[in-house]
């Protein structure tokens, strides 16, 4: 896919929830740094690749064995465990 920046942002927030979840000042920063660095001027390449692990809150577990991702998606879990998106991105300047 090839957008501009708010298609691009509009992709982050969907693929990778837990970059923008706030939840406390520290993650309220987070998603303010997530979101400010996104240019204003480049242009976005994306190609998604399948999910591989997970996010388990705001922490990305990419690459998790099958097994230990089966342990810890339990829905008896506390903790939000969502399936970790990867894509390969470049960004060229307008």
Known sequence: ???GPDAYLK???QAAPH???????DGVLATI???LAVRRDRIYSVLTLPPGGLTI???AMPGLPAG???LLADPGR???VQPFQQW????DTL
């Open 1 to 3: 896919m090839v957008m």
């Open 11 to 13: 992709f982050l927030t």
């Open 19 to 25: 970059r923008f979840a706030g939840g406390s000042l």
């Open 33 to 35: 740094n997530n979101v």
């Open 57 to 59: 809150e705001r922490n």
């Open 68 to 70: 230990k991702a089966a």
């Open 78 to 80: 506390t903790f939000r």
């Open 88 to 91: 390969e991105r470049t960004a």
